[in-house]
């Protein structure tokens, strides 16, 4: 987990990005926060994407409950929803370094499909955790 020098001092973590449920719909969707917690999560599948295909997997489209995601998890709880935050972060603390081996794996002529793959299943898996938050 990635932390900030406010985290270490006792405040709560940052959540400017993650919508909050006191705002109207019409003002989720217009604002900052949202935009912020839905580029973060567009900017995590485009990683996948790259992912998707060092494993030899077709890259999924972002539509439907993919892109819908930020909308779904805006009109949840507080704790859901900083619960979601802190998920995104740490799928992309695994993805950031995972994809970097992968690249030094491809880089020095070997096969990166096997890692890439179990890199994809971790990836799946903990997307569908955050997901389920917002059911």
């Given at each position: 987990m990635r932390g900030t020098a406010s985290q270490s001092a006792g405040q709560p973590p940052d959540r400017s990005g993650c919508p909050t449920k006191a705002q109207s719909a019409a003002e989720r969707a217009p604002s900052a926060p949202s935009r912020g917690f839905a580029d973060k999560w567009k900017a995590l599948h485009q990683r996948a994407?790259?992912?998707?295909?060092?494993?030899?997997?077709?890259?999924?489209?972002?539509?439907?409950?993919?892109?819908?995601?930020?909308?779904?998890?805006?009109?949840?709880?507080?704790?859901?929803?900083?619960?979601?935050?802190?998920?995104?972060?740490?799928?992309?603390?695994?993805?950031?370094?995972?994809?970097?081996?992968?690249?030094?794996?491809?880089?020095?002529?070997?096969?990166?499909?096997?890692?890439?793959?179990?890199?994809?299943?971790?990836?799946?898996r903990a997307r569908s955790a955050v997901m389920a938050l917002a059911n």
């Open positions: 994407g790259e992912l998707a295909r060092l494993a030899d997997l077709s890259p999924e489209k972002f539509d439907g409950p993919l892109a819908a995601f930020p909308r779904r998890i805006g009109r949840a709880s507080d704790a859901q929803r900083d619960l979601a935050w802190q998920s995104l972060e740490d799928i992309e603390a695994m993805m950031e370094p995972g994809l970097a081996a992968l690249d030094t794996l491809n880089g020095r002529g070997l096969l990166a499909t096997a890692p890439a793959l179990a890199l994809w299943r971790e990836f799946y």
